[in-house]
């Protein structure tokens, strides 16, 4: 069943960068909203960026905003989640997940292909 495939958590120091990859495969890459989320341990699951892949407008969290970057790579099917000035409440499994929809706005809702989750540790 086609899935998206995230690589590139780790554990880091606060302040420090981590790049996360998220692999499509066995849907039409570009006819979809991408979006990374993040869940940590007994919070609510939390949107972080989006990515119109047909139109490349991306969309950030507040709480990210000018410090997490979204971009996608369409030749190999794989969108990205480019993470500076990591903070300790950056901490959580992240999420990628795919909505097919031909649409330039991407919001948090109606996801329905989601991979297993890649963990990010920041310590101060």
């Known amino acids: 069943q086609a899935q998206p495939v995230e690589s590139g958590g780790g554990s880091v120091q606060a302040g420090e960068s981590l790049r996360l990859s998220c692999v499509v495969s066995?849907?039409?890459?570009?006819?979809?909203?991408m979006a990374w989320f993040r869940q940590a341990p007994g919070k609510e699951r939390e949107g972080v960026a989006a990515i119109s892949t047909r139109y490349g407008a991306t969309y950030r969290s507040d709480s990210v905003e000018g410090r997490f970057t979204v971009s996608q790579d369409k030749d190999k099917s794989t969108v990205y989640l480019q993470m500076n000035s990591l903070k300790p409440e950056d901490s959580a499994m992240y999420y990628c997940?795919?909505?097919?929809?031909?649409?330039?706005?991407?919001?948090?809702?109606?996801?329905?292909?989601w991979g297993q989750g890649t963990q990010v540790t920041v310590s101060s």
């Open positions: 997940a795919a909505r097919i929809v031909y649409s330039y706005t991407c919001d948090w809702s109606q996801y329905t292909k």
């Open positions: 066995g849907f039409t890459f570009t006819e979809t909203c």
